[in-house]
């Protein structure tokens, strides 16, 4: 399954809000207050123009805490933005179908430099797989196969190479027990199991089995 990521672009769905409130016309954005408190709670804006709202910013008073987008017009939202306080963008939400089911978050890039993307692959928002980029370039990932809340597969890459895979054959350690490399080329180098748990991988001889993915499904 191929990833698409959504863009931290600096220029978020919030800030296109703002700048359209100070524009003259059509396009600028409809503010909705709390009945109550007569916070501002959402800015919902048209603007591409078309008639349709295509833009909705979910505040607490002037504190954004989400925004929804139609980016591209067709009448799905395509762009989840998720806001901290005071108003920091922390991951961007996006559909890698584009048919209105979020499925892939794009966090920001954390201190060692990592970005990390969470992938629902069964599209139903629990997340069974995450990927860690350097810049563009694939670091590793992690999978809980079978969405029972523990990591069973962690892969480790190089210049974007797949160069090891790490497993829980018995899905229930939480620690990897067997351990597959691989070459600079993608080719297999060999196999090897920790069954004691001590954190050294002893060579076995058996070939790698069948039922062992061989690499990277992306
Ligand atoms: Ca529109
Ligand atoms: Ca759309
Ligand atoms: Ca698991
Ligand atoms: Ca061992």
Do not use: H
Not at 37 to 42: E, M, N, P, R
Not at 136 to 156: M, P
């Amino acid at each position: 399954m191929s990833t698409k990521r959504a863009s931290l672009r600096a220029f978020t769905i919030i800030a296109t809000v703002i700048v359209a409130s100070c524009a003259p016309g059509g396009t600028r954005p409809v503010p909705s207050y709390d009945p109550y408190t007569s916070k501002l709670i959402q800015l919902t804006a048209d603007l591409n123009g078309d008639g349709r709202q295509d833009q909705w910013t979910f505040l607490d008073g002037n504190r954004p805490l989400r925004a929804e987008a139609d980016t591209d017009g067709d009448g799905r939202v395509d762009r989840w933005e998720y806001y901290a306080a005071p108003a920091s963008l922390v991951k961007v939400g996006s559909s890698s179908r584009s048919d209105g089911v979020e499925d892939t978050w794009t966090w920001a890039i954390d201190a060692n430099g990592e970005r990390r993307v969470d992938l629902s692959r069964a599209r139903d928002r629990a997340i069974d797989r995450r990927e860690y980029f350097q810049g563009d370039v694939l670091v590793r990932a992690d999978e809980d196969t079978d969405l029972d809340g523990l990591l069973d597969k962690w892969e480790r890459y190089e210049a974007g190479a797949l160069r090891q895979v790490e497993f829980d054959t018995t899905k229930q350690l939480g620690r990897p027990d067997r351990r597959l490399m691989y070459d600079a080329q993608g080719r297999f180098v060999s196999i090897s199991a920790d069954p004691d748990g001590d954190g050294t991988f002893e060579p076995i001889r058996e070939e790698p089995q069948k039922d062992l993915p061989q690499g990277a499904r992306r």
